[in-house]
């Protein structure tokens, strides 16, 4: 079974930034697409970013279109969220995820594998 490890949340200024990251097993890295959801206290968990299978695409929420970034580190088996400019409402718990295959890429419901998640708290 596949172990996704996340760190790197934290407590950040609005207007501040934070690069969460995840580690990503080696025999799934290569071909697979890796998200990040987040969920905020009583809401679903949501879409936040993906990079697509082995051709590498990304995609992202509209709301965090311009300010966060996602890449992949193929040496390291690593996926690095580079947020900034952060808001009071990007604060939630963060997840890593990862499936064979890009066809909903965006519903957490299509996600195999996931870590433990990582808290990301923006003070006004």
């Known amino acids: 079974q596949a172990q996704l490890a996340e760190s790197g949340g934290g407590l950040a200024q609005a207007g501040g930034s934070l690069r969460p990251s995840c580690r990503i097993p080696?025999?799934?890295?290569?071909?697979?697409?890796v998200a990040w959801f987040r969920q905020a206290p009583g809401k679903e968990r949501e879409f936040v970013a993906a990079v697509l299978g082995s051709g590498g695409g990304t995609n992202y929420e509209d709301s965090v279109k311009g300010r966060f970034t996602i890449s992949r580190d193929n040496t390291k088996n690593m996926v690095y969220l580079q947020m900034n400019n952060l808001k009071p409402e990007d604060t939630a718990v963060y997840y890593c995820a990862t499936r064979l295959g890009t066809v909903g890429f965006r519903d957490y419901r299509q996600y195999t594998y996931w870590g433990q998640g990582t808290q990301v708290t923006v003070s006004s």
């Open positions: 080696e025999r799934t890295f290569s071909t697979y697409t």
